[in-house]
């Protein structure tokens, strides 16, 4: 059974519980969304988990039994999504360390993902349901540009394996075809994950090969970045200046 319903602020779909309508109804939540509104992938990675956990430990993969799902828009960019099974459900609150032993361990990986991903998350195991809402990341560019003699990559956004790749090209980019002196211009970036600061440490490697005499420099790092440079060393291996603060 398979139940979809589209309105133009939010969808309403009832299924039986069966892994292979999981994913027929991610792939319709996807043509829902607007990737204009932001990173729809994080939303999807959610759902997926969030039906997964209906079915598998709600229901326990009883073909009789139904999971639904209401996904609405409550303003662009930002949704809130509740789904409902007729099990048990599941504890907010249980351990969420994936490296736990013990049968519950794929279980704790997901609600650790769906913790990581969601603005909120609150279950109402009375009414056999989870409500999660949710804010889509805005999507990086890393944009280079010639400014004032200097060469300045700027990333859009915080700086996650998503947009891994796009910031190594940008850096090497500046390495290999401009002969200016090169900045990283962190003014909008609040957050970078260890896969972009492996791609910065990686750079460093690179700029003692093949910089010659120019210099490289990060600038306008806010206080929570500069933290975390100081906490990996990056500090100590770079020319950083901080945001003034307002």
Known sequence: MFRWEEFPDRIECRMS???????????????????????TDALIQILRELLLNAVEHGNRSDPDCEVSLRLERTEPGRFHATVRDQGEGFCLTEETDPRMPGSKSTRRRGLAIVHALCDELVSAPEEGCVNAWITLPQRVRVIGEEREGEWIVTPGGDLSASVAGEFRTGLLHWLEQVQL???LDLSKVRTMDSICLS??????RELELHAGPRSFQLTRVQSRMMALFRMTRIDRLFTIHEDAPA
């Open 17 to 39: 519980s069966s892994l292979h309508l999981i994913e027929r109804s991610v792939e319709q939540c996807r043509q829902f969304l607007s990737p204009a509104e932001g990173d």
């Open 181 to 183: 002196h090169g900045v």
């Open 199 to 204: 791609v910065l440490l990686a750079f460093h």
